[in-house]
């Protein structure tokens, strides 16, 4: 059973400029959730998809979006970024019920 | 709203003690409740879980059990050992909410020496 995982590993980019996070679901999970690591902090829900559509979002603004795909794997999106976006953006996926596997994450730094 | 709170780190313990993570929940309906452990570098684990009052969780010689009349989950372990060295983040889940939308503590880091 092959887990949860995400690329890139690490990202570096500019202010202003828009990054994609691409992550594939753990094999038979239909639901991802998107989360926001600072550092030293805990993880901060950012939203979460279901058969393609949005379902449930945090307090994040509309800069940051996303997409699932017909194989449950999901992108997220920043535009325009800030140096505030700079953290450990981790995926989690799961299926029909409360329990979510999470990936090793992608490292952002915007500078 | 739902929240998380976690005893602050770091903890740092000499390998074969006792550790206890305390956490406490604010939440409607009835939680879920979790623990996930982050190694350096590395996503969360998850490392127990506990679904409903009363429920004890247990993993890898970790415990905790789910206290409804103290909104408590507090993460145990008999005899700690170096590679326990990580941080640990207590997280709900509730079944009012969107139930992908995990609300965790701000983390315990917890060093364990020789």
């Known amino acids: 059973e092959t887990g949860v995982t995400q690329s890139p590993t690490h990202l570096i980019k500019t202010r202003g400029q828009q990054v994609t996070l691409r992550c594939s679901s753990q094999s038979g999970h239909n639901t991802v959730s998107w989360y926001q690591q600072a550092l030293g902090q805990g993880p901060q829900f950012i939203f979460q998809?279901?058969?393609?559509?949005?379902?449930g979002r945090g307090n994040f603004p509309p800069r940051f979006s996303g997409l699932q795909f017909p194989n449950y794997s999901s992108e997220l999106n920043v535009n325009a970024l800030e140096l505030d976006d700079s953290a450990l953006y981790l995926c989690?996926?799961?299926?029909?019920?409360?329990?979510?596997?999470f990936g090793p994450g992608t490292r952002l730094t915007v500078l | 709203g739902n929240s998380v709170t976690q005893m602050e780190g770091p903890v740092t313990l000499s390998e074969e003690a006792f550790l206890t993570i305390n956490c406490t929940y604010t939440?409607?309906?009835?939680?879920?409740l979790f623990w996930y452990v982050q190694y350096p570098g590395e996503g969360l684990q998850l490392l127990l879980k506990a679904t409903k009052a009363d429920d004890k969780g247990s993993n890898k010689g970790f415990e905790a059990t789910y206290r409804k009349e103290t909104t408590s989950f507090h993460l145990e372990k008999g005899s700690v050992q170096v590679s326990d060295s990580a941080v640990y983040f207590c997280?709900?889940?509730?079944?009012?909410?969107?139930?992908?939308?995990?609300?965790f503590g701000a983390g315990t880091q917890v060093v364990v020496t020789p």
């Open positions: 939440a409607t309906g009835y939680p879920s």
């Open positions: 997280a709900l889940s509730s079944t009012t909410d969107s139930w992908g939308k995990f609300q």
């Open positions: 998809y279901y058969r393609e559509e949005e379902n």
């Open positions: 989690a996926s799961s299926s029909g019920g409360h329990t979510q596997y």
